[in-house]
């Protein structure tokens, strides 16, 4: 008779692209969504759980490809009996849902809805380096406020909560500009209807932080050799077609006012750029009433980033101090948040424009800005730990333990194997426990308990000498009554000298 093969065990893996955050990533995260949400909070804006599925057809025009609709997406199709099941897929973005919460429930929300959401987004795309599948964002958005008030506040906002969760004023600076400015460049450029042109002169303009001016003549003309030795070919314009667009991603100067008189130089005589420049001075007049000046917020013509999706404004936060690359290169840490106006997300549902602003902020990002800067990370302090000394008293053990957690106090008591002490000790050491509470039956009959404090003892057991040891007990004997009263102190104690 054959041996029946056993089935292979599942391989302990996790899923590429994606990863697992443990104890303290995951309470500095969720510190940091809480510091976030009550500046937006401040500000007036309401939260929003929206589902994490959406229907593909929802999420329409932003899917990499309409043809494939789970290419970009995590997406699936419902089963039903003809096979022609509704597509739905993980939400990629916070934005997309909003436009649908919006168009759904509009005659129930007041106008304007001012909304923030934060939580997991999915995108399926190749991972890589710090690039995962799976990420947090954290938006808000202005829906039904046409205003570039609304845009200002927007920024006002991203430049408190970036000082809110520790990046200080110095090591941040928000840049803004406006799509409408650069409409103004490609009218000037003289393309006429030609849209094709018009989106390679977008994407073109897109690499600027990559390539350069220089880059960019070469890429707007008849092209350039990559860093590879590869030829791009170029849109093929002429050196006065591409003049406004070079004007236009040179033009930030040492103040405003020549900013702004650069800029009206590369729009010419367009309509729609110079509404953009005076859009750009009024969010600038507004800003700096609230008291934001140019070392938090400034007009700058180079944030290109995001211009082909937004309609008005757009904005970028971005991190001025220096890391080191994994090869060792100094180079700035960069963009944490990015928004803009986006009027025209709402109208594929309704049919009628609907002007909306927003920000998003990456949560990860700015995490490991402040483990870079040293404001966050470390090891965080465990629970106190109340040691088993007698499988039959689990009771006192339990009554101790409560007597801490009702006074605030983090504990818990050891639930693994009592018969070894020593492993009760490696597992508070494990948990990175601050103390050890011990009642033996010696301790209960005298009405006292050992309280042992683990960080010193860690000290005193690395450098100092016998004496000194004598001098200087990591473990105190204390009346059952003064439990909470000594683990207080201790802890006290501990955070003065951390």
């Known amino acids: 008779?054959?041996?029946?093969?056993?089935?292979?065990?599942?391989?302990?893996?996790?899923?590429?692209?994606?990863?697992?955050?443990?104890?303290?990533?995951?309470?500095?995260?969720?510190?940091?969504?809480?510091?976030?949400?009550?500046?937006?909070?401040?500000?007036?804006?309401?939260?929003?759980?929206?589902?994490?599925?959406?229907?593909?057809?929802?999420?329409?025009?932003?899917?990499?490809?309409?043809?494939?609709p789970n290419e970009g997406v995590f997406a699936w199709q419902e089963a039903d009996d003809d096979g022609q099941g509704d597509w739905m897929a993980l939400r990629y973005d916070l934005t997309a849902p909003l436009a649908r919460v919006y168009a759904q429930h509009r005659n129930d929300l007041p106008t304007p809805y001012r909304r923030y959401a934060m939580g997991p987004v999915w995108r399926n795309e190749k991972p890589g380096p710090g690039r995962y599948r799976q990420f947090y964002q954290c938006d808000a958005d202005t829906v039904g406020a046409a205003s570039v008030a609304a845009d200002a506040e927007i920024c006002a906002m991203l430049s408190d909560t970036l000082e809110t969760v520790g990046i200080p004023r110095g090591d941040y600076l928000v840049r803004v500009n406006n799509r409408k400015v650069l409409n103004g460049v490609l009218e000037a450029m003289g393309l006429g209807d030609d849209q094709a042109a018009k989106d390679n002169v977008l994407r073109t303009i897109d690499k600027f932080d990559k390539v350069g001016e220089s880059g960019v003549r070469e890429l707007l003309g008849k092209g350039r050799l990559d860093a590879s030795g590869a030829y791009i070919d170029g849109v093929g314009l002429s050196d006065?077609?591409?003049?406004?667009?070079?004007?236009?991603?040179?033009?930030?100067?040492?103040?405003?006012?020549?900013?702004?008189?650069?800029?009206?130089?590369?729009?010419?005589?367009?309509?729609?750029?110079?509404?953009?420049?005076?859009?750009?001075?009024?969010?600038?007049?507004?800003?700096?009433?609230?008291?934001?000046?140019?070392?938090?917020?400034?007009?700058?013509?180079?944030?290109?980033?995001?211009?082909?999706?937004?309609?008005?404004?757009?904005?970028?936060?971005?991190?001025?101090?220096?890391?080191?690359?994994?090869?060792?290169?100094?180079?700035?840490?960069?963009?944490?948040?990015?928004?803009?106006?986006?009027?025209?997300?709402?109208?594929?549902?309704?049919?009628?424009?609907?002007?909306?602003?927003?920000?998003?902020?990456?949560?990860?990002?700015?995490?490991?800005a402040l483990r870079e800067k040293g404001r966050i990370g470390g090891t965080e302090a465990g629970p106190v730990v109340v040691t088993v000394m007698d499988k039959a008293r689990m009771a006192d053990y339990q009554e101790m333990v409560a007597e801490l957690r009702n006074a605030g106090i983090r504990a818990e008591v050891y639930l693994g194997n009592p018969k070894n002490f020593g492993n009760q000790l490696k597992y508070a050491d494990k948990r990175n426990s601050p103390i050890a509470v011990i009642e033996g039956g010696d301790e209960k009959e005298k009405g006292v308990i050992q309280i042992k404090d683990l960080i010193l003892g860690a000290k005193i057991a690395e450098s100092a000498t016998l004496e000194e040891w004598k001098e200087r007990p990591s473990q105190f004997e204390v009346g059952r009554g003064d439990l909470v009263a000594k683990v207080r102190e201790i802890l006290a104690s501990q955070e003065g000298q951390s």
Request: proline content about 4%.
């Open 1 to 68: 008779m054959a041996k029946v093969k056993k089935a292979p065990r599942p391989k302990a893996v996790t899923p590429k692209g994606f990863r697992d955050y443990f104890g303290t990533e995951v309470t500095e995260r969720t510190e940091m969504l809480h510091q976030i949400a009550g500046v937006y909070h401040r500000y007036g804006f309401d939260a929003l759980e929206s589902a994490a599925v959406e229907t593909v057809e929802a999420l329409g025009k932003f899917l990499p490809d309409v043809d494939r």
């Open 240 to 368: 006065d077609q591409a003049a406004p667009v070079l004007a236009f991603l040179t033009s930030k100067a040492a103040d405003a006012a020549k900013t702004f008189a650069n800029l009206r130089d590369a729009v010419g005589g367009s309509a729609v750029g110079a509404e953009g420049i005076a859009e750009l001075e009024q969010i600038g007049d507004l800003l700096a009433a609230g008291g934001y000046g140019a070392d938090r917020i400034e007009i700058d013509p180079s944030v290109v980033r995001g211009l082909g999706y937004y309609t008005g404004p757009v904005f970028e936060a971005e991190l001025t101090f220096e890391i080191f690359d994994e090869k060792g290169r100094k180079r700035q840490f960069g963009s944490v948040s990015g928004g803009g106006r986006y009027d025209d997300l709402v109208k594929r549902f309704t049919g009628q424009a609907v002007p909306a602003t927003g920000v998003s902020i990456g949560v990860d990002r700015l995490l490991a």
